[in-house]
């Protein structure tokens, strides 16, 4: 009982959702669709009328000595059957019509809403190892299957109406035809529900499964690193991991086809037994001269008529109910808070002065047991340029996260312009701050776009994206592009290149640059530059930054030694600051790896 009702629960909820969604796609495609689909399936009872009248006018004039006469009625309905085929299948075409409309809108709309949505959430959501699970299935599953989803919404009422169409002949003049007919059909659907539960509980556990292989999948066939698989040589052992999972899906999967399958044959027996007695039936009603001939074969059409419309209109909804999980894990998705865009929170003003300051900041990750940050303490001052140094792993990225306020601190204040990042409105705050991440991304349309989305306001300015390439000395390369600014960086458009590693990176401290922040972080930007260009390239940024807040994360002593102040963070402290000389005076750990650094290049 308990699940027949969480069955209709979740039907319930899948038809209220979609029928919003579409409603708010594109309402009159829809109604249109809907409309003509089911009108269409209603001509059949003209369609059968006809039919029989035409059977019974031939009979009828069986060696009429007057055939001429008997003839022109036969064409009167031959045309009429000519025009109701004619008006049936433009009504099919233009129901035809507004599904690949919604269809299309549909795709339009539900990108738009996945990407936006996404680009929204906060950030410890979205690195949430459970977040990322769903989401993968929401964003790998959502065109397809709310396309099905689309089609059978649509197509329900239209099989409804084809079934009732087909029976309403038979409520007047025979219901127990009516009621007989659909008796029939428990059998089967009882075993289709049944096999509904098991086929969803079989989900669920090859679901884990399927996210192996797809794992394996995406190393094989969709590898970033596609040069690294063929040095491994791994392609047969990923290959063979793919194969025997898959071996394992089938092996489960096929034993319940067969029995879903035995069943479904076996029920199906009953209600064609049923179905065929019904010719006899009608056989016997016409020798006994209770029906004519032509009632007989469009009572036979009608019965055909209404178990095709019938098993299309079951199919579609377990289709629809199939789908219900997917659905379930969109509607999650799309009501997922999205904190940062709202008007909440103090506004920093443009001429605010924006010095960074850590009190006390204890800080772990959620989910993790370890504390990355005991206690920090740091102070940086507006207009200074500030280098922190660190080993790997040592929270040197997580300080950034904090200062965007990405991520709050379990005790202590992260404060900007005197103002905890907490309380602060955070898009206001995000426009005077530019962080080139470690991992940043490319923006590659054009060499243009990948600069200046860092101000969108200004994206079509060359001029001002062609000054802030020259600081990050990547001006010349691009203009001796094929298409200069508009050449794409990347090989899937025509004209496109690709700019290797360190280019990439002078292109994002580009865009860093043109964003124009007052503070301005870049997380290991020159780890790939060679040492002329980075010499350059520290050179006007200290030039251009003089007005800015500067902070660089690097392993490079070369340019760490150039900042005003150096940090040091060990094991969740500041542990040593100052400038290069004060901190080789004071020989500590900072003076240990400048020398160690040094040596090597001895
Ligand atoms: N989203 C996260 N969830 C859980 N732990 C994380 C997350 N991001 C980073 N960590 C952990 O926090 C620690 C600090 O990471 P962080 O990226 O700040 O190091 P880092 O100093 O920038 O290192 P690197 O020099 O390699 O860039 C690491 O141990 C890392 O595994
Ligand atoms: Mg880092």
New binding site residues.
């Given amino acids: 009982m308990r699940n027949r009702f969480s069955a209709f629960g979740q039907m319930g909820f899948i038809l209220k959702f979609i029928t919003k969604f579409l409603w708010q796609t594109d309402k009159w495609s829809l109604v249109a669709a809907v409309v003509t689909n089911t009108f269409n399936s209603t001509l059949i009872i003209p369609d059968l009328y006809l039919g029989k009248v035409f059977f019974d006018t031939l009979v009828d004039n069986v060696k009429n000595p007057q055939p001429l006469q008997a003839f022109q009625i036969i064409l009167w309905l031959v045309a009429a059957r000519l025009g109701l085929q004619i008006l049936r299948s433009l009504t099919n075409r233009i129901g035809g019509y507004y599904v690949r409309i919604l269809f299309m809108k549909q795709n339009q709309k539900l990108e738009v809403m996945i990407g936006t949505k996404y680009a929204t959430i906060s950030?410890?959501t979205i690195?949430n190892p459970e977040f990322r699970d769903r989401y993968q299935r929401v964003e790998r599953e959502s065109n397809g299957r709310f396309r099905s989803v689309t089609e059978n919404f649509v197509r329900i009422p239209q099989y409804i109406s084809g079934v009732v169409s087909a029976l309403s002949i038979f409520v007047v003049t025979q219901p127990l035809v009516a009621f007989l007919s659909l008796i029939s059909l428990i059998p089967a659907l009882s075993v289709e529900r049944i096999f509904i539960k098991k086929d969803f509980e079989l989900d669920t556990e090859t679901m884990k499964i399927h996210r192996v292989r797809g794992l394996y999948y995406f190393f094989l066939a969709r590898a970033r690193s596609y040069m690294e698989l063929k040095l491994l040589n791994i392609h047969k052992y990923l290959g063979g991991k793919i194969k025997s999972a898959w071996q394992e899906i089938i092996d489960k999967r096929s034993s319940l086809y067969k029995s879903r399958r035995t069943w479904a044959f076996l029920a199906g027996i009953a209600d064609d037994t049923v179905s065929y007695s019904f010719d006899a039936l009608f056989a016997y009603q016409f020798i006994i001269g209770r029906i004519t001939i032509g009632t007989a074969q469009a009572y036979i059409r009608a019965i055909a008529n209404f178990k095709q419309n019938f098993s299309n209109l079951t199919a579609a909804v377990l289709e629809l109910y199939e789908n219900h999980l997917y659905l379930k894990d969109l509607v999650w998705f799309l009501n997922l808070d999205s904190p940062y865009y709202n008007n909440f929170g103090i506004k920093l003003t443009k001429n605010a002065k924006l010095q960074i300051k850590f009190e006390d900041v204890w800080f772990k990750?959620?989910?993790?047991q370890?504390w990355?940050l005991k206690g920090v303490n740091l102070e940086i001052d507006a207009h200074q340029n500030v280098a922190i140094i660190?080993?790997?792993?040592?929270?040197?990225?997580?300080?950034?996260?904090l200062m965007c306020g990405f991520y709050s601190p379990q005790k202590g204040r992260v404060l900007i312009g005197n103002y905890d990042v907490k309380k602060l409105n955070k898009p206001r705050l995000w426009d005077q701050i530019a962080v080139l991440f470690?991992e940043f991304d490319a923006y590659n349309t054009s060499a243009r776009e990948s600069i200046g989305v860092g101000r969108i306001e200004k994206i079509t300015d060359i001029a001002s994206i062609s000054k802030h390439a020259k600081m990050s000395d990547i001006d010349t390369w691009i203009k001796s592009l094929p298409k200069g600014y508009e050449t794409p960086l990347s090989r899937d458009f025509e004209d496109g290149v690709i700019p290797s590693t360190g280019q990439w990176q002078r292109i994002g401290i580009a865009r860093a640059l043109f964003r124009d922040p007052k503070i301005l972080v870049l997380?290991?930007p020159t780890s790939n530059v060679d040492p002329q260009a980075e010499e350059d390239v520290f050179n006007n940024l200290l030039k251009y930054g003089h007005e800015k807040t500067l902070v660089f994360?690097s392993?490079r002593f070369s340019t760490v030694r150039r900042a005003d102040r150096i940090l040091l963070?060990e094991d969740g402290k500041i542990t040593e600051q100052g400038g290069h000389d004060q901190l080789m005076d004071l020989n500590g750990q900072y003076a240990y790896l400048f020398n160690l650094q040094a040596k090597s290049y001895q």
Avoid: A, F, R, W
């Fill in positions: 950030v410890p690195e990750y959620p989910q993790s370890n990355i660190g080993s790997n792993g040592v929270g040197k990225t997580t300080l950034v996260k470690q997380d290991e994360i392993h963070l």
